[in-house]
Nanobody
Framework: QVQLVESGGGLVQAGGSLRLSCAASGRPFSSYAMGWFRQAPGKEREFVATINWSGDRTYYADSVKGRFTISRDNAKATVYLQMNSLKPEDTAVYSC????????????????WGQGTQVTVSS
């Protein structure tokens, strides 16, 4: 498994932006597809975005499409989530996850998880 550590969360006003980072260690990062998921209080974990091992394929939840961008830097073993035009409903704990090779939107298919970072969007 790969070890993941997220950073970049915080409090932001609606309409603002945040950039989350997820640093990986322990295994060759370029072997892994990466995903971002979020969980709000009282709700199930939901898919946000995923990116394949090379970075040329990305997929997004409809709720964030056009506002969020996932990217990766394999040389730095880091995946990013740029979040623009944030809304109060984006408030959640955001976690990154890794799985070998292929992307998927199901959290059950991911093998490694970070501890999560809190994002709070005020209205």
């Amino acid at each position: 498994q790969v070890q993941l550590v997220e950073s970049g969360g915080g409090l932001v006003q609606a309409g603002g932006s945040l950039r989350l980072s997820c640093a990986a260690s322990g295994r060759p990062f370029s072997s892994y597809a990466m995903g971002w998921f979020r969980q709000a209080p009282g709700k199930e974990r939901e898919f946000v975005a995923t990116i394949n091992w090379s970075g040329d394929r990305t997929y997004y939840a409809d709720s964030v499409k056009g506002r969020f961008t996932i990217s990766r830097d394999n040389a730095k073993a880091t995946v990013y989530l740029q979040m623009n035009s944030l809304k109060p409903e984006d408030t959640a704990v955001y976690s990154c996850a890794a799985r070998l090779l292929w992307t998927t939107m199901s959290p059950h298919d991911y093998d490694s998880w970070g501890q999560g970072t809190q994002v709070t969007v005020s209205s």
